[in-house]
């Protein structure tokens, strides 16, 4: 056996009490008990380690361990001892399987294999960094596993370039909480960052941009800065070691065939045109994509691929697949040659040729491809595995053709997202996705089967940096979700419980902030729900605190004093907490309190009353899903939605949608409208057309008048002007259908945002 002796100042560190030890460990562990008695840690610690233990493991372990510990013990004459053991192989436990035994004297880390060796360190690191002030860590017994293969962490260098340094800071948190997959975007259309010595334009030409997007793609606006950087072979070789060492796969992706204008822009005869092309400044889809039909084209991007495979290991290698227009194809010779000569009956399945060429080729070299789950169109290659993106579509079809999926959708896992009331964050590109979303999210989708559910390897949540311009802004769109996502994905389903995990968190953001993470705190944030008053054209407030123990408060220092109705009668104005409601103009402000002291960022909400605020609405068809957070009412709620899609401002449908609002009695109608959104890199397109239509039965309907699609980018209002006396008004709102080529995820069904009806 070896000896590693760790010096008296390590262990000053302990769990307290049981309710510390099992609750503050994130992820949390499979099974975890205490048993009779504690360790002394003022005692030293020595490390004893198997033979068939890689040294280079013990010494890191030990590192680690030293960097959490205090610096100061006493002697002690009967040290505690730390062994690290493996189980032969041969056992039937899984994978990264490991236990971890602490006694009066010993604490025994015992694992399947050295991965297991590691993920248990760092639930030791986490006990040894409780109660800094404490000396005693108590006996217990954990074993644990993971419950997917695949958890991962996906970082774009190509929008915004990350050093060596921070890349290697980020591989620390998805260490720290146990994930084992770095999903690494090195090009895309505004940047190639990952050298290949026999293309060496790749990075002298397509590494820089003359430019950049500034605020709000709505807005269109760029700079003049000249903006890029890449990795050299020897940096990207530091990095996968030092992630390997940590029991992490670093997964590249090289783009193709679409998003690929770094690289045009250096060989422009890769693409249909042959260019001129530039390196991209804007965020977006843009229709110059890699030829498809071009053999010289596919000869490179293998060379591309063999230097790739030289300096990553990893098994699984990432290539896009997703967002390629196919109008260059479309016009191409060459595509359309190669269509005929295969049989390809429309450029879909020729994408579907390019990717089994490609996939050909890496299967050559004893390894894998992953691509986004725009490579199930035109069919699937024999041996891919999918990434889902656009939902959960793409994994079910993967999973039900037997082909390995990790999913990654939008929805929950996509942390490129606002995750609080978008006048209190960064800019983000939009949605909305909170922590306990990304808590709230189970990778196996329902339709699935037993045995399907197997291809389901995982998920992954993805930071996407159009809008994140520093490594601060990355750590907050990062963190806490990770955390959120990495317990999702570790701990046993029927284990978790959202109310455990946040008081956890709670006890981890000062360690994140001692290890100068810039975490976000916008968990701690109100939620309003708002729903229509047990009198119709009242709105109905119902605040919920962030956590247990704590209280929401409104304040509306503008109100009349008689209002707003406190629903208990105990809360008297300026100030009402819980619930209350209200029936006229005003700009409320919600915030938690915690002992008296108001916490997290305050929420502004700005109420208009019409003739059809806070009444009776029903919908022919339900909003998706994704975007139906507040339901029906979120269109009389009083509140004109902004530019920004938070869920609780717009609905979206991806299908027509006929709306109903009983106005109570028949009243004098003047105008009358309905917000949409135009929103198209966001897939978001205005309605085709909107009739408006009136009734005094709720039953026949009188067409008032109809509005076809509205020009112009971001919020528009479709305004009828009437003279009619009514009851019931109604929208019917048809939806525009697939989006048209040249705009991104064209071929998709558009999503359809609609927002506040007003009446008046």
Same mark, same amino acid.
């Given at each position: 056996?070896?000896?590693?002796?760790?010096?008296?100042?390590?262990?000053?560190?302990?769990?307290?009490?049981?309710?510390?030890?099992?609750?503050?460990?994130?992820?949390?562990?499979?099974?975890?008990?205490?048993?009779?008695?504690?360790?002394?840690?003022?005692?030293?610690?020595?490390?004893?380690?198997?033979?068939?233990?890689?040294?280079?493991?013990?010494?890191?372990?030990?590192?680690?361990?030293?960097?959490?510990?205090?610096?100061?013990?006493?002697?002690?004459?009967?040290?505690?001892?730390?062994?690290?053991?493996?189980?032969?192989?041969?056992?039937?436990?899984?994978?990264?399987?490991?236990?971890?035994?602490?006694?009066? @004297?010993?604490?025994?880390?015992?694992?399947?294999?050295?991965?297991?060796?590691?993920?248990?360190?760092?639930?030791?690191?986490?006990?040894?960094?409780?109660?800094?002030?404490?000396?005693?860590?108590?006996?217990?017994?954990?074993?644990?596993?993971?419950?997917?293969?695949?958890?991962?962490?996906?970082?774009?260098?190509?929008?915004?370039?990350?050093?060596?340094?921070?890349?290697?800071?980020?591989?620390?948190?998805?260490?720290?909480?146990?994930?084992?997959?770095?999903?690494?975007?090195?090009?895309?259309?505004?940047?190639?960052?990952?050298?290949? @010595?026999?293309?060496?334009?790749?990075?002298?030409?397509?590494?820089?941009?003359?430019?950049?997007?500034?605020?709000?793609?709505?807005?269109?606006?760029?700079?003049?800065?000249?903006?890029?950087?890449?990795?050299?072979?020897?940096?990207?070789?530091?990095?996968?070691?030092?992630?390997?060492?940590?029991?992490?796969?670093?997964?590249?992706?090289?783009?193709?065939?679409?998003?690929?204008?770094?690289?045009?822009?250096?060989?422009?005869?890769?693409?249909?045109?042959?260019?001129?092309?530039?390196?991209?400044?804007?965020?977006?889809?843009?229709?110059?994509?890699?030829?498809?039909?071009?053999?010289?084209?596919?000869?490179?991007?293998?060379?591309?691929?063999?230097?790739?495979? %030289?300096?990553?290991?990893?098994?699984?290698?990432?290539?896009?697949?997703?967002?390629?227009?196919?109008?260059?194809?479309?016009?191409?010779?060459?595509?359309?040659?190669?269509?005929?000569?295969?049989?390809?009956?429309?450029?879909?399945?020729?994408?579907?040729?390019?990717?089994?060429?490609?996939?050909?080729?890496?299967?050559?070299?004893?390894?894998?491809?992953?691509?986004?789950?725009?490579?199930?169109?035109?069919?699937?290659?024999?041996?891919?595995?999918? =990434?889902?993106?656009?939902?959960?579509?793409?994994?079910?079809?993967?999973?039900?053709?037997?082909?390995?999926?990790?999913?990654?959708?939008?929805?929950?896992?996509?942390? %490129?997202?606002?995750?609080?009331?978008?006048?209190?964050?960064?800019?983000?590109?939009?949605?909305?996705?909170?922590?306990?979303? *990304?808590?709230?999210?189970?990778?196996?989708?329902?339709?699935?089967?037993?045995?399907?559910?197997?291809?389901?390897?995982?998920?992954?949540?993805?930071?996407?940096?159009?809008?994140?311009?520093?490594?601060?802004?990355?750590?907050? =769109?990062?963190?806490?979700?990770?955390?959120?996502?990495?317990?999702?994905?570790?701990?046993?389903?029927?284990?978790?419980?959202?109310?455990?995990?946040?008081?956890?968190?709670?006890?981890?953001?000062?360690?994140?902030?001692?290890?100068?993470?810039?975490?976000?705190?916008?968990?701690?944030?109100? @939620?309003?729900?708002?729903?229509?008053?047990?009198?119709?054209?009242?709105?109905?407030?119902?605040?919920?605190?962030?956590?247990?123990?704590?209280?929401?408060?409104?304040?509306?220092?503008?109100?009349?004093?008689?209002?707003?109705?406190?629903?208990?009668?105990?809360?008297?104005?300026?100030?009402?907490?819980?619930?209350?409601?209200?029936?006229?103009?005003?700009?409320?402000?919600?915030?938690?309190?915690?002992?008296?002291?108001?916490?997290?960022?305050?929420?502004?909400?700005?109420?208009?009353?019409?003739?059809?605020?806070?009444?009776?609405?029903?919908?022919?068809?339900?909003?998706?899903?994704?975007?139906?957070?507040?339901?029906?009412?979120?269109?009389?709620?009083?509140?004109?939605?902004?530019?920004?899609?938070?869920?609780?401002?717009?609905?979206?449908?991806?299908?027509? *949608?006929?709306?109903?609002?009983?106005?109570?009695?028949?009243?004098?109608?003047?105008?009358?409208?309905?917000?949409?959104?135009?929103?198209?890199?966001?897939?978001?397109? =205005?309605?085709?057309?909107?009739?408006?239509?009136?009734?005094? %039965?709720?039953?026949?309907?009188?067409?008032?008048?109809?509005?076809?699609?509205?020009?112009?980018?971001?919020?528009?209002?479709?305004?009828?002007?009437?003279?009619?006396?009514?009851?019931?008004?109604?929208?019917?709102?048809?939806?525009?259908?697939?989006?048209?080529?040249?705009?991104?995820?064209?071929?998709?069904?558009?999503?359809?945002?609609? %927002?506040?009806?007003?009446?008046?």
């Amino acid at each position: 056996m070896k000896r590693y002796p760790l010096i008296p100042t390590l262990l000053a560190i302990c769990l307290v009490n049981l309710a510390t030890a099992q609750t503050n460990l994130i992820p949390r562990p499979a099974a975890l008990s205490l048993t009779q008695g504690t360790m002394d840690l003022q005692c030293p610690l020595s490390v004893r380690a198997g033979s068939e233990v890689d040294p280079a493991l013990v010494e890191l372990i030990r590192a680690d361990l030293e960097l959490t510990l205090s610096p100061s013990l006493q002697e002690c004459m009967d040290p505690n001892e730390l062994s690290l053991d493996l189980i032969r192989p041969d056992t039937l436990l899984p994978p990264e399987w490991y236990s971890l035994t602490v006694t009066t @004297k010993h604490i025994a880390l015992v694992a399947v294999d050295e991965a297991g060796l590691y993920r248990g360190s760092r639930t030791l690191a986490q006990l040894f960094e409780e109660g800094r002030t404490s000396t005693e860590l108590p006996c217990m017994s954990i074993t644990d596993s993971p419950r997917f293969p695949w958890r991962g962490m996906h970082l774009d260098a190509s929008r915004h370039f990350w050093t060596v340094e921070f890349t290697k800071k980020y591989i620390d948190l998805l260490a720290r909480y146990k994930m084992n997959s770095f999903h690494w975007h090195l090009t895309d259309d505004q940047g190639w960052r990952i050298e290949i @010595k026999k293309h060496p334009k790749l990075t002298e030409v397509g590494a820089w941009r003359s430019g950049s997007q500034v605020g709000p793609y709505s807005r269109r606006e760029y700079d003049s800065t000249t903006y890029g950087g890449f990795y050299t072979q020897e940096q990207i070789k530091e990095v996968v070691a030092y992630a390997k060492a940590r029991y992490i796969n670093v997964v590249p992706e090289i783009e193709m065939p679409g998003h690929a204008l770094a690289a045009l822009a250096a060989y422009p005869e890769l693409g249909c045109t042959g260019g001129p092309y530039e390196v991209n400044k804007g965020w977006g889809v843009f229709e110059e994509v890699f030829c498809a039909g071009n053999d010289s084209t596919v000869h490179f991007l293998q060379d591309v691929l063999t230097e790739v495979m %030289d300096i990553f290991p990893s098994e699984i290698i990432h290539i896009g697949g997703d967002e390629c227009p196919k109008e260059s194809w479309k016009k191409c010779p060459k595509c359309q040659a190669r269509m005929k000569a295969k049989g390809l009956k429309d450029e879909h399945e020729l994408q579907s040729d390019f990717v089994q060429r490609i996939e050909a080729f890496v299967n050559s070299k004893g390894r894998k491809i992953i691509g986004w789950d725009e490579i199930l169109e035109g069919g699937l290659a024999p041996n891919a595995a999918v =990434m889902s993106w656009r939902g959960t579509e793409g994994g079910v079809a993967a999973a039900k053709q037997k082909h390995n999926v990790v999913m990654s959708p939008g929805s929950h896992c996509y942390f %490129d997202h606002y995750q609080g009331d978008p006048a209190n964050e960064p800019l983000a590109i939009g949605g909305y996705t909170t922590v306990q979303k *990304v808590y709230s999210y189970e990778p196996i989708p329902t339709e699935l089967n037993a045995e399907e559910a197997k291809y389901i390897l995982g998920a992954q949540g993805n930071v996407w940096t159009e809008y994140i311009l520093t490594r601060e802004h990355v750590e907050y =769109m990062a963190v806490p979700r990770m955390l959120a996502l990495a317990e999702v994905l570790w701990t046993p389903k029927a284990k978790r419980n959202e109310a455990d995990f946040i008081h956890r968190l709670e006890n981890e953001f000062p360690k994140l902030e001692a290890m100068k993470v810039n975490a976000s705190k916008s968990l701690y944030n109100v @939620k309003v729900l708002l729903s229509q008053g047990a009198d119709p054209g009242w709105i109905r407030v119902e605040m919920k605190a962030p956590l247990e123990g704590m209280h929401s408060i409104a304040t509306c220092p503008t109100c009349p004093q008689e209002e707003p109705r406190s629903l208990d009668n105990n809360n008297e104005p300026p100030e009402w907490s819980d619930a209350f409601v209200f029936n006229y103009d005003a700009t409320l402000q919600f915030q938690a309190s915690n002992n008296s002291i108001l916490i997290g960022k305050p929420l502004t909400r700005t109420f208009h009353f019409n003739k059809a605020t806070a009444r009776p609405i029903t919908l022919s068809e339900p909003p998706n899903e994704r975007y139906a957070e507040g339901g029906a009412f979120t269109l009389v709620d009083g509140i004109t939605a902004g530019e920004k899609r938070v869920n609780t401002e717009w609905l979206g449908w991806r299908g027509s *949608v006929t709306i109903t609002v009983d106005l109570g009695s028949e009243q004098d109608v003047r105008t009358a409208g309905i917000g949409a959104l135009n929103e198209t890199y966001s897939w978001i397109h =205005m309605p085709d057309q909107v009739e408006f239509s009136t009734s005094n %039965d709720g039953k026949t309907f009188a067409l008032q008048g109809s509005q076809k699609v509205k020009p112009g980018v971001g919020r528009r209002a479709f305004k009828f002007d009437v003279v009619a006396k009514t009851r019931y008004v109604r929208f019917t709102v048809k939806h525009p259908g697939k989006i048209p080529e040249g705009y991104p995820g064209a071929g998709n069904p558009a999503w359809m945002f609609l %927002d506040e009806i007003e009446v008046r």
